[in-house]
């Protein structure tokens, strides 16, 4: 399928307002100060609105970046980057630590949103921002005994530096990308690591040097992505030459890229230890003194640790939307996310999502970019031309829509259960290219996708824009 949108008619076009001064009033919300919404806030201080207030439910920067950055040398460069980003464009004032956002509802009278905070405070905003991210609803498994274990039990992301692990007996409980980093960051500091997999992934490098990941590599039964399976299998039978064991137990069955790839560097070589001892099995459940997999053999230990995951496709699940016509973003959603280009939904004007559904490309520090330049240069435009309401058109979110699931059909992401699916199968969470390819939709679909509309200030105005087409004002020179 071809992603082919036709002109919009005269009666879709919106009526949009002539000012000769810029409106600076322009109050934009952005919910969460990880790399996302920082991001975000710079590209719209760079074009010069300066309106803006980040609502950050922890005490710090860094969102995911932070939490993971005692273990993982990605999130600490990326805590740098947002830290210095922050510091450099002067961000840290504009940021409401401990402050949740619970609520946010349309105004369809002012053209405005109510935002609501766990606390109970209300603000007004023209623009919302969401920028929770994909990992921000930790995954706990319902086992039976959980609140049993006598010792420390906790999520990675929710890291107890109180409970010191050196010299302790430690489970890690995943082989994900984070279980996979804790095994090689714990397993020189504690006395014995039990590792526990319930399934193995295919690994990749923390930064990807070998570009593997690609428009080719992630489509089914491809050359690219048989190759990138061979060398992925070579590095296995390479450090595990001696092991037929550990080469077995952490060799996938499922093809290359079919689950959520692994980016961890030494995991391997970390299996080869004396004190690591990989159990390729489930959990089955927890007693006060361990854990029991689903062999029924008890692993004693003195600490667990849940690398477990999240909720990825459930977007916004702790977030209440509100948008025109007292329709919630849940209630239209249904239970199967989705966005034109991750960001937008029609219904619900002037709300923005950075980290959306179907946005997840292997690259989130150029994809972010990408969608915090698109966001501020809507606010732009409406700062210029006095527009009160931008959202997508329907017509193009559902075509966009189309073509997505079309061609994520074709990709290696359709063979298999994975987290990257809503509970009907769905998939809600991988974009099917390249962050080339976003960017070149992105910048070419903005404008002709908006709905932009305006409040009736007054008739005489009303009279003069009667009919003008957002053509019109590209062709008089007017952004």
């Not at 450099?88 to 402050?99: A, K, N, S, Y």
Request: glycine share 8%; proline share 5%.
């Amino acid at each position: 399928m071809a992603l082919v949108f036709g002109s919009t008619t005269p009666e879709e076009e919106s009526r949009v307002s002539l000012q000769s001064s810029e409106r600076t009033d322009l109050r934009v919300c952005i919910i969460g100060a990880g790399l996302g919404g920082v991001t975000t806030a710079v590209q719209l201080r760079k074009k010069g609105i300066d309106q803006v207030t980040l609502f950050e439910s922890t005490q710090e920067i860094g969102g995911a970046w932070q939490q993971d950055a005692f273990l993982d040398p990605e999130a600490t460069l990326a805590h740098k980057h947002v830290t210095s980003l922050v510091d450099e464009h002067d961000i840290r004032p504009l940021i409401r630590f401990g402050r949740t956002v619970s609520r946010v509802v349309w105004d369809e009278s002012s053209h405005q949103y109510a935002v609501t905070l766990a606390s109970g405070e209300t603000f007004t905003f023209d623009i919302v921002v969401s920028a929770v991210g994909i990992l921000n609803a930790p995954k706990i498994p319902a086992w039976k005994g959980l609140e049993s274990f006598a010792g420390p039990i906790f999520h990675a992301a929710d890291w107890d530096h109180s409970n010191h692990v050196a010299g302790k007996r430690v489970a890690v409980v995943g082989t994900g990308s984070t279980g996979s980093q804790l095994t090689i960051a714990l397993a020189p500091q504690v006395a014995h690591l039990h590792v526990f997999q319930r399934d193995p992934g295919w690994m990749i490098p923390q930064t990807d040097e070998e570009g593997i990941w690609g428009d080719q590599t992630i489509l089914r039964d491809s050359v690219a992505n048989q190759r990138a399976q061979a060398l992925a299998s070579a590095r296995i039978d390479s450090v595990l030459a001696g092991r037929p064991d550990l080469r077995a137990a952490v060799t996938p069955t499922h093809p290359f890229l079919g689950k959520m790839p692994v980016r961890a560097d030494g995991f391997y070589e970390t299996l080869l230890r004396d004190n690591v001892t990989l159990v390729p099995h489930a959990v089955a459940s927890i007693t006060p003194k361990g854990v029991v997999d689903v062999e029924d053999e008890l692993h004693e230990v003195d600490v667990v640790v849940l690398a477990t995951g999240f909720k990825l496709a459930d977007y916004l699940g702790n977030l209440d939307v509100i948008g025109r016509n007292g329709r919630s973003l849940q209630d239209r959603w249904a239970g199967e996310p989705e966005a034109f280009l991750g960001m937008s939904v029609p219904g619900f004007p002037n709300f923005y999502m950075v980290d959306g559904p179907n946005t997840f490309m292997g690259t989130e520090t150029l994809q972010l970019s990408i969608q915090a330049d698109y966001i501020a240069k809507d606010v732009k435009r409406m700062s210029r031309t006095g527009i009160t309401s931008i959202e997508v058109r329907e017509s193009f979110h559902a075509k966009y829509n189309d073509w997505l699931q079309d061609r994520l059909d074709k990709t290696v992401w359709a063979t298999t259960d994975n987290p990257l699916q809503s509970p009907s199968g769905k998939l809600v969470v991988p974009f099917p290219g390249s962050v080339i390819s976003y960017e070149a939709m992105a910048r070419t679909m903005r404008r002709s996708s908006a709905l932009a509309r305006t409040l009736d200030r007054s008739a005489s105005m009303d009279s003069l824009i009667e009919g003008l087409t957002q053509a019109d004002l590209v062709s008089s020179g007017r952004r």
